[in-house]
Structure formats: C-alpha cells, structure tokens
C-alpha cells in the first residue's frame, strides 16, 4: 500500500537538476581542476539563454562579457550569465546540503495511476517523459527510476561530445537521429542556458594505411549530412591543434561537448513543470496484469498493468516505456518479452590530463576507427569544467554498473558467461580483447597509444581518471548490435509496452531526436 506524503508535491516542484549536479561525484569539481587556467576558448558558449539563432552568432564571435559576472576565473574558462550560475560557479557545498532532501527521502506517491510509465531515468527516458507530457499534457506521466538520483549511469558516466553524426551506417537509425539530435541538443541548451562548448573534433590519420579509411569516414559523413566537414593535411592539422601529429585528419568544427547529466537534470525539470512525475528509489523488479484496481480508484480497471518495485511499492499504468540502459534486457524478460538481444557490459576507464598539461588539447582528438569495433577508440576530450579526459578504452565488465576494475557480481558475470554470444564474441576478438585488458592495466601502454597523436605526453603528465560502463547489445551470434534498436511485445502485458533494447553512444547526443521518435511509436501503438 502506497502512502501519500504532501512533501512530494513540493519536491516535486523544485527545479533540483542544479542542485542534483553538485552532488554527483563525477561533475563535482575538485580542487585541481578548480585551478586550471586553462585557455579560453572563443568558441565557448555561454549558456545565456538567448534565442538559438543570436546566441550561435554570439558563439560564433566569442564569449559575450557579463560585467555583473564575478571576475574570477571559472574552470572551464566560461563566465556564467546569470542563468547558469548555479552550475558555473559550482557551491559544491551548499548545493550538496540542500540536495539531501531530495536523494536520500524515500518517496511516498501522490498518485499511483498513470497513462504512461517511462521506466529509467537516464538520458533516453527522461527525454521521453518529456516530450511526451509536453505532447499530451492532459495525460499523467510517471519516470520510474531505481536510483535515488537521476542520470546516475551511462548518462552520467559518459566523454560528453555531442556527435555531428560521422561514423554512422548512411540511412540507418543512428545516423539520422544523431545528425538531428546534435542540432536539437545545442538548440536545447541554447534555450535553457546550458553551458556547452562547440570546440571542434579532429579525426586524425596517424598511418598512411588509416588514409583511406578516413577518406571513405569522410564521404560517409557527407552522406550523412554532418555540417561543415572537410579533409585537412598535417599543416592544418598543426594549425589548429598545435600539439598533434598527424598525416590527414578529418575536422568537424560542428562537434562540441556538454555535460549530459545537466541536460538530463534539465529534461526532468522539464518534465515536472509540465505535471510529470519522478519517482525515484524505484526498482522495477515485476510488472503483471491487475488482478483489480487499485485500492483508491473509482475508475475501476481504467489502468490495468500493475508495476511493482523491490519494495512492494505499486503503481497503476496503461503503457509502459521502458529505457533501462544496463538492464534493459532483464526488464524485457520481467516483462515476458524477449531476453534477446543481451547486454554486455564494457567498461571503459578514462585518463585525466594533470591541469597544467591542458594546454596541449583544444578540441577533440580521434583516431580513426577499427571499424571491427563499434567503439570508437581512446580519444583526447576536453570537459565543460576545463579538465581533459583521455579515453576511454573498452573492457568486458564483470558487473553492469562496476565502476571499479575489479568490481565483480556473481548473477551479471554468471548471465554473461552462459551467453553463447558472448563466447562467440570473445572467440572472435580474442587477442584485441586480451590487449585492451593489458592496456587497462599498464598506464605506460595507455600512453603509448596517447603518443601516436600528441608526443609530448608522458605517463608523469596523466592521471587515472573515472570510468563508465556502457550497455552494449549482443545477439545469439556473437554480433555486437550497432543502431539503435526499440521493440514491443506480445501477450496482455508485452503488447502494452515499448522497449529500448540498444541505446548506445551517440544516444546521449541523439537524446531529443529518440525522444521524438519514441513518442510517435508510443502513439501509434497503443493510440494515445
Ligand atoms: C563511457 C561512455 C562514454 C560515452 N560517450 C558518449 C558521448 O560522448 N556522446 C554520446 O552521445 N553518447 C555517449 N555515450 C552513450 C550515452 O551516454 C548513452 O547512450 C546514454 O546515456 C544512454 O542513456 P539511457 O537513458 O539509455 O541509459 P542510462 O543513462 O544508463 O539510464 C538507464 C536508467 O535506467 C535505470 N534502471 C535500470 N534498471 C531499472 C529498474 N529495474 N527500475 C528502475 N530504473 C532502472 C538506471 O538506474 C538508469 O538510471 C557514452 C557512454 C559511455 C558509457
């Protein structure tokens, strides 16, 4: 039995994305990074709310002065306007305080029938939540999230590049939606004075036999649409990023960085202001038929799929959507669809430049891709507070959300090795595996592959760096699925829910794009 709690309701209201940054241990600021003086880059946004259109013209002539702004430096050389400065001036402190109230109480419901449940609170539910309350505001929406934060896992375990939409397969899911989802992202935070940087990327040819490669990289990004994009040699490259070596390099001036656990913040503000619900500390663990309606209903069975969490907690629905990263497959098969295909988890585990070899990285540096791979290989990323991520590179993780090089579960290292798929996958890639795990261990390897782009880097300049696990799908055969995959299923319950099974990289920067999409479906499908 649910109990009703009038905290909620004010909870509820609270606009807590700016303050649910602070308490996040990976967008916290330490004091290294605090100090950084690194340069300021003229093509800094500043997040000043200003109409899309005026606010990329004045990216595009630099930084606009905010004379009521505190002098001081911030890290990521970004002065706040006013709107943003709960984030840019980072009160870890305060903020932290104030967030207790929201991370920690266990949430009573106010209501506990909806029209729609998204289950999931990362980057691809919440963009759905929202977008689909902002299409129907006169339904009731639920996010159900096991976390007692939002945005916890992939949506904020991630490099922050928002994807022009290069790599992509031309026609497929992943090329359209990314190519559209990075222009809904900047117009997204140009609207809501999110911080973001338009810094560029380069993916940099470093052997004569990766040329063709990149050649055929460029003509499948023009395919694509990407804007701006063009093939440069080893001068330009120079000129523009003075520290790498390279033979050719692709440049995509369009591609920038964000932190994506403050857009995903953002969205569920969003959500909540449009009448949407947030429940967190919800761990889905059953969803059935009702047997009968809920005790407080007079609407008989109007919302007929029951949806428990771990602590016998139930909310009433008509629809499910279900965006669970990680776990998508195992909410499939609590739901009685299709486990199919798995989830492999790859943890990839980041480098930190030290703050005060910054200066060697403007932009993004790439190398080309193997394309056996669908990983896009350790890369130079600066982030929005100034710091410089190297990585991350891609090992089998013995835990979903293991963190840790030697974080470990008995049931997701138990599903993963009695997957045929997987022993498929390893058997196919057996030695590039076994290098990947020789190259988390020894940072000198890491290094060596560093120094093909920027040979002034040495292993006294990096520092072991946070890491995020992405959920991968695998098939029966061993193939690691590559676009975007969403499904539905049968039977009472499976034909009334919507299933993410594949939201890998760029789904943080094709979020609004797959929310769009996903609203649509959930419309033709089950006639809202
Ligand atoms: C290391 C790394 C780097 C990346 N870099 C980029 C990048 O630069 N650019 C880019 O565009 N993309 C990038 N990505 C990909 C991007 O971050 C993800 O594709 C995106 O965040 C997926 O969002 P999601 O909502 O599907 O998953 P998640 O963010 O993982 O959210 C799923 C949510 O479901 C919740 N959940 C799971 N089970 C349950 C349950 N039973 N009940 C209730 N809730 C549940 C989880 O707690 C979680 O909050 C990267 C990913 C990783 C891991």
């Known amino acids: 039995m649910i109990q009703r709690s009038a905290s909620l309701k004010r909870e509820a209201l609270l606009p807590f994305w700016r303050r649910q940054m602070a308490a996040c241990p990976q967008t916290r600021p330490n004091n290294r990074q605090l ?11 500043e997040g000043t709310g200003e109409s899309a259109t005026g606010s990329r013209r004045q990216a595009d002539k630099g930084p606009k002065r905010d004379e009521s702004a505190p002098k001081q430096r911030e890290p990521d050389g970004v002065r706040p ?23 920690t109480g266990s949430w009573s419901l106010l209501r506990s029938t909806f029209n729609v449940a998204v ?74 004075g999110i911080p973001y940087k338009q810094c560029g990327k380069l993916i ?7 040329i063709p490669r990149l050649k055929a990289l460029y003509e499948r990004g023009l395919q694509n649409n990407v804007r701006d994009l063009r093939l440069i040699s080893a001068k330009e490259i120079q000129a523009k990023e003075p520290f790498c070596r390279g033979l050719m390099a ?11 656990r403050h857009v995903a913040l953002s969205y569920a503000e969003d959500f909540q202001k449009a009448g949407g619900t947030v429940l967190t500390d919800f761990e889905v663990t059953n969803m059935e038929m009702a047997k009968e309606s809920p005790p407080e209903s007079t609407e008989g069975l109007k919302h007929p799929v029951v949806v428990r969490n771990s602590k016998g907690e139930e ?26 295909p798995r989830i492999v988890p790859f943890r990839g585990d980041y480098l930190v430049l030290k703050p005060e070899k910054c200066y060697m990285v403007k932009g993004n540096i790439y190398p080309v891709p193997d394309p056996r791979f669908p990983f896009l290989g350790v890369h130079f990323t600066p982030r929005m507070d100034g710091s410089v991520w190297l990585g991350p590179n891609a090992v089998l993780a013995f835990k979903r959300e293991g963190y840790k090089l030697f974080d470990f579960s008995p049931k997701d290292f138990g599903d993963a090795v009695l997957y045929s798929g997987l022993w498929k996958l390893v ?57 975007f995959v969403f499904d539905g299923g049968t039977g009472d319950i ?27 479906e959930v419309e033709e499908r089950f006639g809202l």
């Open 494 to 520: 499976g034909s009334r829910i919507l299933h993410v099974r594949n939201a890998p990289s760029p789904a943080a920067t094709s979020s609004l794009a797959i929310a769009k999409m996903i609203a649509k």
């Open 427 to 483: 058997s196919r890639n057996l030695s590039s595996g076994m290098n990947e795990m020789y190259r988390a261990c020894f940072l000198s390897a890491q290094v060596k592959q560093l120094q093909k782009f920027i040979p002034e880097v040495t292993i006294n300049d990096i520092l072991r760096g946070p890491s995020g696990v992405r959920a991968q799908a695998l098939d029966s055969e061993g193939n690691l699925v590559d676009d």
């Open 315 to 340: 909310v009433y629905c008509q629809h499910i959507v279900i965006c669970a990263g990680l776990y998508s497959d195992r909410l499939s098969q609590i739901s009685g669809c299709s486990p199919e």
């Open 81 to 103: 306007s006013r709107k943003n400065t709960a984030i840019a001036q980072q009160k870890p402190r305060g903020l932290a305080r104030k967030d207790k109230r929201l991370s």
């Open 250 to 260: 692709l440049d995509s001036p369009y591609t920038g960085i964000v932190n994506y």
């Open 204 to 210: 940099v040819a470093v052997e004569q036999e990766e």
């Open 119 to 192: 289950v999931g609170g990362g980057l691809v539910g919440l963009a759905s939540a929202r977008e689909l309350v902002l299409r129907h505001p006169s339904l009731t929406f639920a996010v159900l999230e096991k976390e007692k934060e939002l945005a916890c896992h992939q949506s904020g375990h991630n490099s922050g590049v928002i994807h022009s939409g290069i790599y992509y397969t031309p026609g497929s899911l992943k090329a359209k939606l990314c190519v559209q989802g990075a222009a809904l992202c900047y117009e997204y935070c140009d609207q809501k």
């Open 35 to 45: 100090d950084n003086t690194q340069h300021e880059d003229p093509r800094t946004h």
